[in-house]
């Protein structure tokens, strides 16, 4: 008996050392088996990470050498526009094959020392002169900053003193100095604005609270790029919408070119090339009213044989004395009207003589750009007029006219 109890606990203990062997056996493959998890996991992470720099400095050195390849064309391609005049002009005199302008063999002397070696300045700067017109100073430049176009947009509040200025208002008067100081005080500013970013403009836009443009198309592109491709031409305005009341009615669309040239362009949304403009002195300062100002540049930009043009796909209207029929201005249009016939008469009495009207409404050299029908009328009506007035004796323009520098 005592025998085979003594076997059957040696067998339990062989059974049991047995059994504890399995298990260490089975615990150590399963630690083995986790190490070499945690070795693979180690091995994929320092690989992941490896690739994973590589590639982002392949995709660095890709990006540089298409930004030098961009540049390089770029450079390229702006080089070849700049010296290729020749060619250029022969384009542009394709694109322009719609109208009957003739293209020059060449750019006009003063343009040519100022952009032959150097890309020409494209910005624009909008000149609005507001008084006590908000609500159409505001509309005005919803629509130009919508352009393509780089532009600077400078409002100049003319003492505005029965409505709030524009929210878009950069120069703030204290009085009505009139429109005619107005625009010069914002192209003073231009000028402070082309210094400091060292680039003069291409051209000012001078506008006033009148106009409205009755589309959404991009009317400042279309003008900038007429005049680009017309290097002659020192002023280019929209047509004038049928609507338009003025007495400027060879402003609105006539015949079916796209581009025509005309005699002179009243300021509604005119635009002046820059270099020209400052070459000629701006507007004189003593017609306050800006009366008058419109026909002394149309006559210099005549007597210089340089294009005045009207774009006729783009338009623009013109409400006139809404200002005064809304009650804004503090005056009445007639008596507006009175001062300004008679600052006209006075101021270019003694610039051009007693007959002023015969130079500055006809063009002496050929019959292409006399005015049209209304000339007599306009010239019969000025002789009429400053005949009833007294002269009065106005400094010379070149000690009143103000300084623009």
């Known amino acids: 008996m005592l025998n085979r109890h003594t076997h059957t606990s040696a067998l339990k203990g062989n059974m049991k050392e047995h059994a504890s062997r399995k298990i260490r056996k089975r615990n150590k493959s399963v630690f083995l088996f986790f190490i070499l998890v945690l070795v693979s996991c180690g091995i994929l992470l320092v690989g992941s990470r490896q690739f994973f720099l590589l590639t982002t400095e392949q995709d660095q050195k890709n990006k540089k050498t298409k930004t030098k390849y961009v ?14 005049a020749d060619s250029n002009l022969k384009n542009l005199a394709k694109a322009s094959s719609n109208n009957f302008l003739d293209m020059k063999k060449d750019y006009p002397a003063s343009y040519r020392q100022t952009h032959y070696n150097k890309l020409p300045s494209k910005h624009v700067a909008v000149i609005i002169v507001n008084y006590n017109m908000p609500e159409r100073t ?3 430049v919803i629509q ?12 100049v509040d003319n003492g505005s003193d029965l409505k709030e200025p524009s929210r878009h208002t950069l120069i703030f008067l204290e009085t009505n100095v009139q429109t005619c100081h107005g625009w010069l005080m914002g192209l003073h500013y231009a000028d402070a604005l082309a210094a400091n970013r060292k680039e003069e403009y291409f051209a000012y836009w001078m506008m006033i ?3 409205h443009f009755p589309s959404q198309h991009d009317v400042l592109t279309t ?11 020192v002023m280019v305005h929209p047509a004038l919408t049928e609507e338009s009341t003025t007495q400027w009615n060879h402003m609105k669309r006539r015949g079916t070119e796209n581009v025509r040239k005309t005699w002179m362009v009243d300021n509604i949304a005119n635009l002046v090339r820059a270099d020209w403009f400052d070459s000629i002195g701006r507007f004189d300062g003593q017609l306050t009213y800006a009366w008058g100002v419109d026909v002394e540049t149309s006559y210099k930009a005549r007597e210089q044989n340089r294009d005045i043009l009207i774009v006729q796909n783009r338009f623009v209207g013109k409400v006139t004395d809404i200002a005064y029929k809304m009650g804004r201005m503090n005056m009445k249009g007639t008596a ?6 008679e600052e006209v008469c006075d101021v270019y009495r003694a610039k051009y003589g ?3 009207y015969d130079k500055l409404f006809y063009n002496p050299e050929g019959p292409l750009l006399k005015p049209p029908e209304r000339a007599d009328k306009l010239v019969t009506y000025w002789h009429n007029l400053c005949s009833k007035m007294t002269k009065k004796h106005v400094p010379s323009s070149n000690t009143a006219k103000m300084s623009n520098t």
């Open 71 to 84: 540049t390089k064309y770029t450079k390229k391609t702006k080089t070849t526009t700049m010296r290729g």
């Open 138 to 140: 505001n509309d005005l």
């Open 144 to 155: 130009i900053k919508k352009t393509k176009w780089p532009v600077d947009i400078i409002v």
């Open 209 to 211: 609270t009148s106009a």
């Open 223 to 233: 003008l900038a790029r007429t005049m680009e491709v017309n290097p002659n031409a």
């Open 336 to 341: 507006r009207r009175s001062g300004a016939r």
């Open 354 to 356: 007693d007959v002023w």
